[in-house]
């Protein structure tokens, strides 16, 4: 099992929630299992987001994914996320 841990900044919350929710079944498509959301107590907007995947393969290709970049260029993430 492969942890996949992405620390990113967002414009807003909110917005991001509901387009993560809406790509979930991609991200399940994907070979993703399980996915955590984890927010700053002092900055709601600094997130980490871990997912869980099968294989070290699975995650890079959802990494490098244009249906990510194009779901992460709609939430407004700001700039590019730590993975």
């Known amino acids: 099992m492969i942890y996949l841990f ?29 996915t955590s959301i984890y927010r700053d107590v002092d900055n709601t907007s600094d997130i980490t987001v871990i997912h869980k995947f099968p294989s070290k393969e699975k995650a890079e ?17 700001v700039g590019t996320p730590e993975i």
């Not at 919350?13 to 299992?33: H, R, S, V, Y």
């Not at 970049?69 to 993430?77: D, L, T």
């Open 6 to 34: 992405m620390h990113a900044k967002l414009k807003d919350f909110d917005k991001w929630k509901t387009i993560l929710t809406d790509f979930m079944p991609t991200l399940e498509e994907m070979g993703a299992t399980d």
């Open 61 to 77: 290709a959802f990494v490098n994914s244009p249906a990510l970049h194009k779901s992460r260029k709609k939430a407004e993430v």
